[in-house]
């Protein structure tokens, strides 16, 4: 029965499956790696983050192939933000916050990009579309961290500097992620899939 779902369903689910335990345990351990990270809010929004795709591409019953890829892409982020939580990383590595902001970046438009393509747009507005999905999220990001944790912690006094920063690897992630995008929309339209 299992044999007819393609290996790559299975990866994309165990990372969501994983991602949830991980947010429950974090909501729920009282463990000081979580005090104060807003774990409540982020195990409502993460999970409705990553199923936004799975519902739009089931409500609109797609023809084409579900995009696993561009899925296990905008899931990746959350993953690894949480356990990065998970492993007290934020609080014990100093650039650990600097990394995943980039990295989540590129990847969270990455996957948005890996979508993108899929329209046949060229080089020009795909890379156009994923720096602005890009950007408003790591600003909806910015603004989401301050409303459920950060203006009610110590963070508040070097928060301006440090979501700042968090702006600015962000767009710098998305715009990696617009190059790498335009770049597979540009191949795509000189050399069509079948």
Same mark, same amino acid.
């Given at each position: 029965?299992?044999?007819?779902?393609?290996?790559?369903?299975?990866? +994309?689910?165990?990372?969501?499956?994983? &991602?949830?335990?991980?947010?429950?345990?974090?909501?729920?351990?009282? $463990?000081?790696?979580?005090?104060?990270?807003?774990?409540?809010?982020?195990?409502?929004?993460?999970? /409705?983050? *990553? &199923?936004?795709?799975?519902?739009?591409?089931?409500?609109?019953?797609?023809?084409?192939?579900?995009?696993?890829? /561009? +899925? *296990?892409? #905008?899931? $990746?982020?959350?993953? #690894? +933000?949480?356990? =990065?939580?998970?492993?007290?990383l934020y609080d014990t590595v100093e650039w650990w916050d600097d990394a995943?902001?980039? !990295?989540?970046?590129? &990847?969270?438009?990455?996957?948005? =990009? /890996?979508?993108?393509t899929r329209l046949g747009h060229g080089f020009w507005i795909s890379a156009?579309? !994923?720096?602005?999905?890009?950007?408003?999220?790591? %600003? %909806?990001?910015? *603004?989401?961290?301050?409303?459920?944790? %950060?203006? !009610?912690?110590?963070?508040?006094?070097?928060?301006? *500097?440090?979501?700042?920063?968090?702006?600015?690897?962000? $767009?710098?992630?998305?715009?990696?992620?617009?190059? %790498?995008?335009?770049?597979?929309?540009?191949?795509?339209?000189s050399h069509p899939v079948p």
């Open positions: 029965m299992f044999s007819r779902y393609p290996p790559i369903l299975w990866a +994309d689910v165990l990372l969501k499956l994983i &991602l949830v335990c991980l947010l429950v345990f974090g909501a729920f351990s009282g $463990l000081q790696q979580f005090e104060g990270k807003g774990f409540f809010w982020r195990l409502v929004t993460y999970p /409705a983050a *990553i &199923l936004v795709l799975p519902v739009v591409w089931r409500v609109w019953r797609r023809q084409s192939k579900y995009p696993f890829a /561009a +899925d *296990i892409l #905008i899931t $990746l982020p959350f993953l #690894i +933000d949480t356990a =990065g939580n998970s492993l007290d995943n902001h980039l !990295v989540n970046w590129v &990847l969270l438009s990455g996957g948005f =990009g /890996a979508l993108v156009a579309l !994923v720096v602005g999905f890009g950007a408003t999220t790591a %600003i %909806i990001w910015e *603004i989401a961290e301050y409303v459920a944790f %950060i203006r !009610v912690s110590p963070e508040l006094e070097t928060a301006y *500097i440090d979501t700042l920063g968090d702006l600015t690897l962000g $767009l710098l992630g998305s715009v990696v992620a617009s190059v %790498i995008s335009g770049w597979a929309a540009r191949r795509l339209q």
